[in-house]
């Protein structure tokens, strides 16, 4: 399967620009031949904008920008992952929306590890870790920009039968390691797919650092974005890397009955 | 406080050799102001040596070999940790003895991830994933090469208050992904150092890789050998980590209580 990653908007000043973004970028994506684009975190509203815009902005799962999202993949036969603030009574969430080329929603994800006050101060921690659909036959999971930095998420994802760990992220200065060599390692040490969709530009206080990338299980990355706005695009085929499955057993080399203190309560 | 890597031997013909070249590299760590000399998987005998070999060499945890290797440490006064293989009764581990500078066992480490054939023909799994010793102040954790490809046996480490994971390892061809680009995310994600000792050359059917490296929690190289044998040397000093400690809080932000998965037995 041909997958696309939207690294920006650099800049957006509205949902209305964002999905008017979305819209461009999807037919983009659709005639290169991609099933599905990737977007970043906050997608829909911008990120550093500030707790009482996030929490003004944000939305049911199914509000009214999701119904102008599932438009956008229906009109242009593509699946689509976004970030977006996300409301259920008085509750916000930093949440990432999977649609299928139907516009059909297929998972909704909720980001389990929250990233510092600027996370805290806006949104709930979810409480589900791994988060699958099955997209063209290839499982999916979701994980957002912090959650794929913890060894632990990207395991569990694997342990599922992820294929393809999708990332909507919004990584800035100084954290360039986390792409330049932590998404290689984490699809390497599961054998799966990572796809990370940055944002860019400047928002807030905060340098986003680009950077987006598409990373093969034998940790080759098949696709890299730079500093601006881009549309990355790879073939994600698990098939094509059976050797490297043949070669690196680590699920099936896992002693899980030694591994008990990682699942214990935090202590001092 | 300073530390040392030796990679290597390239050519070891006998236990005999190796202790003389054991000899010889303590001391000069030792004048180099290293306080701790790391050395390879196997170090005393050789790795790819046939099953029949490595059982017949294998000596108890205070065997004969271990006795010379004390004395080593004395006369040099540096702390030793080298591969070897254990010997109780009739079962015979993969493992790893660290002897403080006046020659003293402070810890054995029996690999418990084990590696393939090469592996599981010649050895017993050891059932303890984290041996920690202190030295100088610094703890230390022992993991045996293919158990620090598993991100769950070095967060277990960094659990259990490790500052420095050191490795004993015997990594080959193709395997250089391990010592490029997860040893930096090992150290980055758990914010310790790891110090990677690995042998080089040829031996049975295996190229040996080299690249032996010591990594910081920044997830920089502090030092990186060649292909050949090899003397590295490196400071690792966490308070000069502060900064990437502060604005790294992995450890903090874990969320146990969501990893059940991770320590229940494996489901096909």
Known sequence: MKIALFQGPAHADSVDDALRVLADRAREAAASGARLLVCPEMFLTGYDIGVEALHRLAEPADGPS??????????????LLYGYPERERNTVWNSAMLLDASGRPLANHRKTHLFGELDRRAFAPGDRVV???????????ILICYEVEFPENVRLAALAGADL????TALMAPYHFVS??????????????VAYANRC???????????SAIVAPDGAELARAGGGEELI???????????SRAINTYRGDRRPELYARLASPHEP
Do not use: K, M, S, W
């Open 131 to 141: 988060t699958t659909a099955t997209l063209d036959g290839l499982c999916l999971a």
């Open 180 to 193: 330049r060599a932590l998404l290689a390692t984490r699809a390497y040490e599961n054998q799966v797919f």
């Open 66 to 79: 999701a119904q102008r999202a599932a438009a956008i993949a229906r009109d242009h036969g593509i699946a």
């Open 201 to 211: 530009g400047q928002e807030g206080t905060l340098e986003y650092l680009g950077a």
């Open 165 to 168: 760990v999708a990332v909507p």
């Open 233 to 243: 695009v790879a073939d994600v085929d698990p098939d094509a890397y059976a050797h």
